[in-house]
């Protein structure tokens, strides 16, 4: 069963900073890109970063670009964000979530977490 | 990266089909063969419903298909059942120089 577990949300003044980490299991990890999703409080779902499987391939969304960081550790099974500069716009919940193709990058995302809230406030 | 256009809202009553619309540009939606489309209850995580325009993922019920027309792609739900209630997105990978996807606005879907 694949499973996907986020952690390291919480509450964290304007301008802090916070990692965010995803441990996946039950599929082969290095085979598919990963992504991270996130959905503010009442509103739409926006796609953040991905990140290919050999981390070859690395895109983020116009609005986190130069504050976040995407990595994976494919010998722990692991996703990651880096979220540096927050905003009280980046307050989300923030979802992993696994690629559906093995091998390339589609951004159709066929597993999700159950996701883990950031909260911006001073 | 503009989020691809969605109808606010569509409704419907048990037993009919309704369509929902996902209109992006030739940079996404009209440019790729990687629409998906994903159903979100409250409080739940999104559930992929559709793939690469039209594929169904093992489980998922036939009653839902998509579609694409240029820069416009369709999701159908036919046989509408009170269980589908729920807000719909569409999503597009959207670039071939860096790695990048993009959600629709949402539609919420009432099942009258």
């Known amino acids: 069963e694949v499973q996907l577990v986020e952690s390291g949300g919480g509450l964290v003044q304007p301008g802090r900073s916070l990692r965010l980490s995803c441990a996946a299991s039950?599929?082969?990890?290095?085979?598919?890109?990963m992504h991270w999703v996130r959905q503010a409080p009442g509103k739409g779902l926006e796609w953040v970063s991905g990140i290919s499987w050999n981390s070859g391939s690395i895109g983020y969304a116009d609005s986190v670009k130069g504050r976040f960081t995407i990595s994976r550790d494919n010998a722990k099974n692991s996703l990651y964000l880096q979220m540096n500069s927050l905003r009280a716009e980046d307050t989300a919940l923030y979802y992993c979530?696994?690629?559906?193709?093995?091998?390339?990058?589609?951004?159709?995302?066929?597993?999700w977490g159950q996701g883990t809230l950031v909260t911006v406030s001073s | 990266q503009s989020a691809l256009t969605q109808p606010a809202s569509v409704s419907g009553s048990p037993g009919q089909s309704i369509t929902i619309s996902c209109t992006g540009t030739s940079s996404d939606v009209g440019g790729y063969n990687y629409v998906s489309w994903y159903q979100q209850h409250p409080g739940k995580a999104p559930k992929l419903m559709i793939y690469?325009?039209?594929n169904r993922p093992s489980g998922v019920s036939n009653r839902f298909s998509g579609s694409k027309s240029g820069n416009t792609a369709s999701l159908t739900i036919s046989g509408l059942q009170a269980e589908d209630e729920a807000d719909y997105y569409c999503s597009s990978y959207t670039s071939s120089s860096t790695l990048e996807g993009v959600f629709g606005t949402g539609t919420k879907v009432t099942v009258l």
């Open positions: 979530a696994k690629d559906i193709q093995e091998g390339i990058v589609v951004a159709a995302f066929d597993y």
């Open positions: 690469d325009v039209s």
């Open positions: 039950g599929f082969t990890f290095d085979d598919y890109a």
